[in-house]
């Protein structure tokens, strides 16, 4: 980026600040007329002098301009007007000053909206520049940039600097003109009275941006943030060692500083706005004084002086506003200095040219010679100390560490993910720390210890590294498309649309969306995560238009499933739902609403306060009848609960009331013991919601006969009625011949549910689910909808072994020539990493294949191994390698053989 802001300013946005500047200087003259015409209407419609000779017309819109005396006194006649009475004269010349008012304000208008676009715009383009030199770091500058402040960077610290790129050139020259040319009104009128203004701007503009630059470095001693964040990290030291008294006397003592600062701010505030506001107002005692004896001596006339005061009326504004511009222009300064530095060119790689790019993207094959390499560890120690080898690629590569950090680091080196080292490696006559990261990212895949997984689903996480370029545009609307792409030009964004088909299924071997699932489906297999895929499956929810076919059959494998059931005796194991049936493995609610809640209000806690479900059953005449029930339930539970710690078992078995709501519902049964009348609005509500969470049998306490379940069953329907009348769309209802998509696909499967008084149903349902599924042949189906399982912020939402697993799944399937593994396989236990060792070592018999082994017991299958020994790389080939097959995959290189020294 240009190291000074205005320089960056101007080349991306010249053209719309020559532009709006133009718009500017046009508005000056219809500026100035406004300013001249309180002076016509108190000449000559108020005192009448333009009909001081006896005339009973006066000219009206006759255009010209009366020189001063000190410039020749003449006038200037432009255009001769029309004769008017003297109230026509006073309302012709106040509706044309209302015209220039009107005129002078659409000015403003379409310059402070041309402001704000080109502000936004450059802003966009900013965050867009700032972004892609984030994408060109280096990896060592990464492990030196704090993420958290790279990004608050580009969406904070540059919101300021979008701010003030509108105003940059286009605030100062709209602003000073106006100044200028109500300052040169008002030394036509009298050059006297136009120099007092002007001294008195002399001194407001050099005294008051000196006293608000202290201002500004005051404020900047106002750190309390970054201490309370370190305290937050650090909480738990804070409690292990007992250190509150200390952190709170430390931040105390912060506060009392802050405290301080703040008084000084008060007090230089609230005096530049006090001398401003002096300044401001003893210009007009002047004109009041000085233009007051001009005007008893004659030598200036009464509508000169309203017009010199009204005048100077549009003086203070814009000129306050070009200190606080200044002022906002050093404080935008500093922040872009430190945007600079941040984004310095020493941490960024080299750009490159796409057609140049394409061709340095050629297959990473032939002699891979490391020459005189020297890595120095964190403390300058020397780990590797002129290490040397040779291998002919593609080959399989075992990096034998012997506990040591030299093959890690080695590793690392090789998948461009450090450059910290000495020395030369090259591929053929090609640097390896030379070639753009456009050719590394695409010939080169990296499994690091700690798998970074983006939010999103497992089919998104699975083809990011298909998606390095659209391959073909997707329909969309023409003056939308043609407007986004205008946009994107103008702002230096790319013209591309997520909405592009951006997967390369080619590059997999596929045609299509559905044969990418399959690949992606085997490769997760053959990892050992098939069995995971289907039951996301089985626990997520169907889009009826995404899976079409699986839909269609959804109902026939229920029906099916549930012969099954019949048919081996296994009924029992789960009750469905029948919407003239009460479901006594279901809760009250799920009984009431009979369908699944789409919004948060119908879920939880939330529905016993929600106004649609409590007149629903208001009408039914159910409402206290599950308040007495939630009684019944709240002192239950308080005997039981009573003297047991929070985390007993029994506050899980029993989930209507947590340890933390105990003494809430004691509080209740207090007040209703005493006798203080009807409860509460707000009890009501809290027992209500006691009962809606019940099971009977689960929790079997009895409080359910067939009476309340017939009550329930019926109240359904009007539930069902006042949800639907009111288009609440808050949930979507059961229908036993059609899917409910806002219900998981098992449960869509089983419409019902298992029940809770048969041991061991729900692995026999499960066999059973599985095996109507496998004989439907809607397996394949099942596992896609888990491809579209969501993996949460970093891939915390799956275990260590299932983001590895997605990681080098998605390291595989953009068919690399060099696969570099480091500690990738560490989560899984020995008996799975060796069989993954193997399944690698399969897939990549045309490939480069670089593993970090603990040690040479497994090294016995690749070609080469590498050890590291004194500072030194010791490369030997295996004694008997694995047979490989002389033929490539396709775009996938020949493997040549050659020696290794």
Same mark, same amino acid.
């Given at each position: 980026?240009?190291?000074?802001?205005?320089?960056?300013?101007?080349?991306?946005?010249?053209?719309?600040?020559?532009?709006?500047?133009?718009?500017?200087?046009?508005?000056?003259?219809?500026?100035?007329?406004?300013?001249?015409?309180?002076?016509?209407?108190?000449?000559?419609?108020?005192?009448?002098?333009?009909?001081?000779?006896?005339?009973?017309?006066?000219?009206?819109?006759?255009?010209?301009?009366?020189?001063?005396?000190?410039?020749?006194?003449?006038?200037?006649?432009?255009?001769?007007?029309?004769?008017?009475?003297?109230?026509?004269?006073?309302?012709?010349?106040?509706?044309?000053?209302?015209?220039?008012?009107?005129?002078?304000?659409?000015?403003?208008?379409?310059?402070?909206?041309?402001?704000?676009?080109?502000?936004?715009?450059?802003?966009?383009?900013?965050?867009?520049?700032?972004?892609?030199?984030?994408?060109?770091?280096?990896?060592?500058?990464?492990?030196?940039?704090?993420?958290?402040?790279?990004?608050?960077?580009?969406?904070?610290?540059?919101?300021?600097?979008?701010?003030?790129?509108?105003?940059?050139?286009?605030?100062?020259?709209?602003?000073?003109?106006?100044?200028?040319?109500?300052?040169?009104?008002?030394?036509?009128?009298?050059?006297?009275?136009?120099?007092?203004?002007?001294?008195?701007?002399?001194?407001?503009?050099?005294?008051?941006?000196?006293?608000?630059?202290?201002?500004?470095?005051?404020?900047?001693?106002?750190?309390?943030?970054?201490?309370?964040?370190?305290?937050?990290?650090?909480?738990?030291?804070?409690?292990?060692?007992?250190?509150?008294?200390?952190?709170?006397?430390?931040?105390?003592?912060?506060?009392?500083?802050?405290?301080?600062?703040?008084?000084?701010?008060?007090?230089?505030?609230?005096?530049?706005?006090?001398?401003?506001?002096?300044?401001?107002?003893?210009?007009?005692?002047?004109?009041?004084?000085?233009?007051?004896?001009?005007?008893?001596?004659?030598?200036?006339?009464?509508?000169?002086?309203?017009?010199?005061?009204?005048?100077?009326?549009?003086?203070?504004?814009?000129?306050?506003?070009?200190?606080?511009?200044?002022?906002?222009?050093?404080?935008?300064?500093?922040?872009?200095?430190?945007?600079?530095?941040?984004?310095?060119?020493?941490?960024?790689?080299?750009?490159?040219?796409?057609?140049?790019?394409?061709?340095?993207?050629?297959?990473?094959?032939?002699?891979?010679?490391?020459?005189?390499?020297?890595?120095?560890?964190?403390?300058?120690?020397?780990?590797?100390?002129?290490?040397?080898?040779?291998?002919?690629?593609?080959?399989?590569?075992?990096?034998?560490?012997?506990?040591?950090?030299?093959?890690?680091?080695?590793?690392?080196?090789?998948?461009?993910?450090?450059?910290?080292?000495?020395?030369?490696?090259?591929?053929?006559?090609?640097?390896?720390?030379?070639?753009?990261?456009?050719?590394?990212?695409?010939?080169?895949?990296?499994?690091?210890?700690?798998?970074?997984?983006?939010?999103?689903?497992?089919?998104?996480?699975?083809?990011?590294?298909?998606?390095?370029?659209?391959?073909?545009?997707?329909?969309?609307?023409?003056?939308?498309?043609?407007?986004?792409?205008?946009?994107?030009?103008?702002?230096?964004?790319?013209?591309?649309?997520?909405?592009?088909?951006?997967?390369?299924?080619?590059?997999?071997?596929?045609?299509?969306?559905?044969?990418?699932?399959?690949?992606?489906?085997?490769?997760?297999?053959?990892?050992?995560?098939?069995?995971?895929?289907?039951?996301?499956?089985?626990?997520? /929810?169907? !889009?009826?238009? *995404?899976?079409? @076919? +699986?839909?269609?059959?959804?109902? %026939? =494998? $229920? #029906? &099916?499933?549930?012969?099954?059931?019949?048919?081996?005796?296994?009924?029992?194991?789960?009750?469905?739902?029948?919407?003239?049936?009460?479901?006594?493995?279901?809760?009250?609610?799920?009984?009431?609403?009979?369908?699944?809640?789409?919004?948060?209000?119908?879920?939880?806690?939330?529905?016993?306060?929600?106004?649609?479900?409590?007149?629903?059953?208001?009408?039914?005449?159910?409402?206290?009848?599950?308040?007495?029930?939630?009684?019944?339930?709240?002192?239950?539970?308080?005997?039981?609960?009573?003297?047991?710690?929070?985390?007993?078992?029994?506050?899980?078995?029993?989930?209507?009331?947590?340890?933390?709501?105990?003494?809430?519902?004691?509080?209740?049964?207090?007040?209703?013991?005493?006798?203080?009348?009807?409860?509460? /609005?707000? !009890?009501?509500? *809290?027992?209500? @919601? +006691?009962?809606?969470?019940?099971? %009977? =049998? $689960? #929790? &079997?306490?009895?409080?359910?006969?067939?009476?309340?379940?017939?009550?329930?069953?019926?109240?359904?329907?009007?539930?069902?009625?006042?949800?639907?009348?009111?288009?609440?769309?808050?949930?979507?209802?059961?229908?036993?011949?059609?899917?409910?998509?806002?219900?998981?696909?098992?449960?869509?499967?089983?419409?019902?549910?298992?029940?809770?008084?048969?041991?061991?149903?729900?692995?026999?349902?499960?066999?059973?689910?599985?095996?109507?599924?496998?004989?439907?042949?809607?397996?394949?189906?099942?596992?896609?909808?888990?491809?579209?399982?969501?993996?949460?912020?970093?891939?915390?939402?799956?275990?260590?072994?299932?983001?590895?697993?997605?990681?080098?799944?998605?390291?595989?399937?953009?068919?690399?020539?060099?696969?570099?593994?480091?500690?990738?396989?560490?989560?899984?236990?020995?008996?799975?990493?060796?069989?993954?060792?193997?399944?690698?070592?399969?897939?990549?018999?045309?490939?480069?294949?670089?593993?970090?082994?603990?040690?040479?017991?497994?090294?016995?299958?690749?070609?080469?191994?590498?050890?590291?020994?004194?500072?030194?790389?010791?490369?030997?080939?295996?004694?008997?390698?694995?047979?490989?097959?002389?033929?490539?995959?396709?775009?996938?290189?020949?493997?040549?053989?050659?020696?290794?020294?």
């Amino acid at each position: 980026m240009e190291k000074s802001l205005f320089r960056y300013i101007w080349t991306h946005s010249k053209r719309d600040q020559m532009i709006i500047c133009a718009v500017v200087l046009a508005s000056l003259p219809f500026y100035f007329m406004s300013l001249d015409l309180p002076r016509q209407i108190v000449n000559q419609a108020i005192q009448g002098e333009a009909f001081r000779d006896g005339n009973p017309t006066a000219p009206f819109l006759n255009l010209s301009f009366d020189w001063p005396g000190w410039l020749g006194g003449s006038t200037w006649e432009i255009f001769e007007g029309f004769q008017v009475s003297r109230v026509g004269l006073l309302m012709g010349l106040s509706f044309v000053f209302l015209f220039f008012v009107i005129v002078n304000g659409a000015f403003k208008y379409w310059i402070n909206v041309s402001k704000g676009v080109l502000g936004e715009r450059m802003l966009r383009r900013m965050r867009f520049d700032l972004f892609s030199m984030v994408l060109r770091f280096t990896p060592d500058a990464l492990r030196t940039v704090k993420s958290s402040e790279t990004a608050t960077i580009i969406k904070d610290e540059v919101e300021p600097i979008g701010g003030f790129i509108g105003d940059a050139f286009i605030t100062p020259v709209f602003l000073g003109t106006q100044a200028t040319t109500a300052l040169v009104f008002i030394m036509v009128q009298n050059v006297w009275l136009g120099l007092i203004a002007l001294a008195v701007i002399a001194v407001q503009f050099t005294v008051i941006p000196r006293l608000r630059r202290e201002l500004l470095r005051l404020g900047k001693q106002r750190q309390l943030a970054g201490r309370i964040a370190e305290v937050l990290d650090g909480i738990e030291v804070v409690h292990v060692h007992n250190a509150y008294g200390w952190e709170k006397a430390e931040i105390g003592h912060r506060l009392f500083n802050l405290f301080t600062i703040r008084l000084k701010i008060y007090n230089r505030k609230f005096f530049v706005k006090t001398l401003n506001n002096f300044l401001a107002q003893l210009t007009p005692f002047f004109f009041y004084a000085i233009g007051g004896y001009f005007a008893l001596r004659g030598t200036l006339d009464i509508g000169q002086l309203v017009a010199v005061i009204a005048a100077y009326r549009e003086l203070p504004p814009p000129l306050k506003e070009l200190i606080d511009w200044d002022q906002q222009r050093l404080d935008v300064q500093v922040k872009y200095d430190q945007v600079t530095q941040h984004f310095a060119e020493d941490r960024l790689g080299p750009m490159l040219e796409a057609r140049e790019a394409a061709e340095a993207d050629q297959p990473l094959i032939g002699s891979f010679v490391g020459e005189d390499i020297r890595v120095a560890g964190p403390h300058g120690d020397l780990i590797i100390e002129g290490g040397a080898f040779t291998v002919e690629l593609p080959a399989s590569v075992a990096l034998i560490s012997n506990g040591g950090a030299a093959a890690s680091m080695l590793a690392r080196i090789l998948a461009r993910r450090s450059l910290e080292f000495s020395g030369r490696i090259r591929i053929g006559e090609r640097d390896l720390t030379q070639l753009p990261m456009v050719v590394t990212g695409h010939r080169i895949a990296y499994a690091g210890v700690d798998p970074i997984l983006f939010p999103g689903s497992i089919r998104d996480n699975l083809v990011y590294g298909l998606r390095s370029k659209p391959l073909g545009r997707l329909k969309e609307d023409g003056q939308e498309m043609d407007r986004r792409i205008a946009e994107a030009l103008r702002t230096g964004n790319p013209i591309e649309s997520i909405s592009d088909q951006w997967v390369d299924y080619e590059r997999l071997g596929a045609k299509d969306e559905d044969e990418l699932d399959r690949i992606l489906l085997d490769l997760l297999d053959k990892v050992g995560m098939g069995d995971t895929i289907y039951l996301f499956g089985l626990a997520g /929810r169907i !889009d009826p238009e *995404r899976h079409t @076919s +699986l839909a269609e059959r959804l109902v %026939e =494998a $229920r #029906h &099916r499933l549930r012969d099954t059931f019949q048919s081996n005796g296994m009924g029992d194991l789960v009750e469905p739902f029948d919407p003239e049936r009460y479901n006594s493995q279901a809760t009250i609610a799920e009984n009431l609403l009979f369908g699944v809640p789409i919004s948060d209000e119908f879920k939880g806690r939330n529905l016993a306060d929600n106004a649609q479900f409590r007149s629903a059953i208001d009408r039914a005449e159910m409402t206290d009848d599950l308040v007495q029930m939630g009684l019944q339930i709240a002192e239950t539970m308080t005997e039981i609960f009573e003297g047991l710690p929070p985390g007993h078992s029994l506050f899980e078995q029993f989930s209507f009331i947590g340890a933390d709501e105990l003494t809430e519902f004691e509080a209740i049964l207090r007040r209703r013991g005493r006798g203080e009348g009807s409860l509460r /609005r707000e !009890d009501r509500t *809290r027992l209500l @919601s +006691l009962p809606l969470a019940y099971i %009977e =049998a $689960r #929790h &079997r306490l009895g409080l359910l006969d067939d009476a309340m379940t017939g009550r329930i069953v019926e109240a359904r329907g009007i539930v069902r009625e006042v949800l639907e009348k009111a288009e609440s769309g808050g949930v979507e209802f059961y229908d036993p011949e059609g899917i409910c998509a806002a219900a998981p696909l098992r449960d869509n499967l089983l419409f019902g549910r298992v029940s809770y008084q048969v041991a061991n149903a729900r692995a026999r349902v499960a066999e059973a689910v599985a095996a109507v599924v496998r004989e439907l042949d809607l397996q394949e189906e099942v596992e896609r909808v888990g491809l579209e399982y969501q993996v949460g912020t970093a891939g915390r939402l799956l275990s260590p072994q299932e983001r590895a697993s997605v990681n080098l799944v998605r390291c595989l399937v953009k068919r690399p020539d060099i696969l570099v593994i480091d500690g990738a396989l560490a989560p899984f236990d020995e008996a799975r990493s060796q069989q993954l060792m193997q399944l690698l070592l399969e897939l990549f018999d045309q490939q480069s294949l670089f593993m970090v082994l603990p040690n040479d017991r497994q090294a016995g299958d690749f070609d080469v191994q590498m050890r590291f020994r004194d500072g030194q790389i010791i490369t030997d080939k295996t004694a008997a390698p694995a047979p490989r097959p002389s033929s490539p995959k396709p775009d996938a290189p020949q493997r040549i053989a050659g020696e290794v020294a």
